[in-house]
């Protein structure tokens, strides 16, 4: 994803992951991890799937060590199940959040499937609420992000309307949308492939109800899911649409690429 990408959140060629230069670290970025996903489709749809518990947990952590991250914020949906973590996804979650803090210290950006967990794991993560925050160089509040006002890599899950603060960052970086693809061959084969989704960010837009303007306005990234099995909305399908309130109206120009760097062009043509 070289071209047009900044230099501030590079993603890993083949990965649903990126890392950001956030001036003193050096941060790992993921989104909807989803752990549990399989507890969840047990319990909600009644499907029998093998666990990959173990296998996320090791790209995780072989990710961190691959690209010498000194930090790790999944940009929220850490769980699946939107319900307070229990059972065998608590278990889950237990043993992913220790992996990684046991390698370096770990920021979650509160999703919609996140309830219960900053609480529960409020010892072991940094939290960052559903509202986002800037992380970057400078002071720290106790979770992690920077003080309003400061630039930086804005970081949010997009559930719900941001804090206008993060129009002040140099590029927001965000989950939630589990932005896919469904390419098809010559001969009618098909496949589904996980993108990510690049382009300035229209302010007005973004926000809800607020006039602050930038004379910059920051690029926005929406990420793919972490979670291979966590499905998303599709982008070249008739029909789908946005979940996030501000999509896609705040990335009007946005170009689409996959987890390998193939660019595609402008997400709305595909």
Do not use: K
């Amino acid at each position: 994803m070289t071209p047009g990408a900044s230099p501030a959140v590079e993603p890993v060629v083949g990965e649903p992951a990126a890392v950001a230069d956030l001036g003193s670290e050096r941060a790992l970025l993921v989104a909807d991890v989803h752990a549990g996903i399989e507890v969840g489709l047990r319990y909600e749809r009644g499907v029998e799937l093998d666990s990959r518990a173990a296998e996320r947990r090791e790209r995780l952590c072989d990710l961190i060590a691959e690209t010498d991250a000194d930090r790790l914020v999944v940009l929220g949906d850490l769980a699946h199940r939107i319900a307070a973590p229990e059972g065998d996804e608590r278990e889950e979650i237990v043993e992913l959040v220790r992996a990684v803090t046991d390698r370096v210290p770990m920021t979650l950006v509160e999703g919609n499937h996140d309830a219960g967990v900053a609480e529960a794991f409020a010892d072991d993560l940094d939290v960052i609420g559903a509202g986002g925050g800037i992380l970057g160089d400078g002071s720290r509040g106790d979770n992690g992000a920077s003080p309003r006002g400061d630039t930086g890599i804005g970081v949010l899950h997009g559930h719900t309307w941001p804090d206008p603060a993060l129009l002040d960052a140099d590029v927001v970086c965000m989950g939630h949308e589990h932005p896919q693809l469904r390419l098809e061959d010559a001969v009618g084969g098909s496949r589904v492939e996980r993108a990510w989704l690049r382009g300035p960010l229209d302010p007005a837009a973004f926000v809800e109800g607020d006039e602050h303007a930038p004379s910059e306005p920051p690029e926005l990234v929406v990420f793919p899911a972490f979670n291979e099995r966590s499905g998303g909305t599709w982008i070249n399908v008739d029909g789908q649409s946005f979940l996030a309130p501000f999509l896609p109206e705040a990335l009007p120009s946005g170009d689409a690429y996959l987890l390998n760097g193939t660019r595609l062009g402008d997400f709305r043509r595909i």
